[in-house]
Nanobody, 118 residues
């Protein structure tokens, strides 16, 4: 059974930091590119950060460049998102996504809420 389970969300003050984690199971994690998306109320889901299967390449949404860092550990089947200098515009539900590098398989996690507020 494929599972992507996000954790680490919560309430944080502006300027603060959070680290999200996504634990994967049920598929060959090292053969999947991983990414984080977010969706704020009334807005479309947007790409936050992505990392290739072998961690050779990363890319970030313009609004998070220089503040967020994506990383993965293929030995532990996890992908993380370190978020620094958070502001109110970062408030959203954050989703973990896996995409097969060979086929069309795509999996999504259930999401974790991040709220930035004083």
């Amino acid at each position: 059974q494929v599972q992507l389970v996000e954790s680490g969300g919560g309430l944080v003050q502006p300027g603060g930091s959070l680290r999200l984690s996504c634990a994967a199971s049920g598929f060959r994690f090292s053969m999947y590119a991983m990414s984080w998306y977010r969706q704020a109320p009334g807005k479309e889901r947007e790409l936050v950060a992505a990392i290739t299967a072998n961690s050779e390449a990363r890319n970030y949404g313009d609004s998070v460049k220089g503040r967020f860092t994506i990383s993965r550990d293929n030995a532990k089947n996890t992908v993380s998102l370190q978020m620094n200098s958070l502001n109110a515009e970062d408030t959203a539900v954050y989703y973990c996504k896996a995409r097969s590098v060979y086929g069309s398989a795509i999996y999504w996690g259930q999401g974790t809420q991040v709220t930035v507020s004083s």
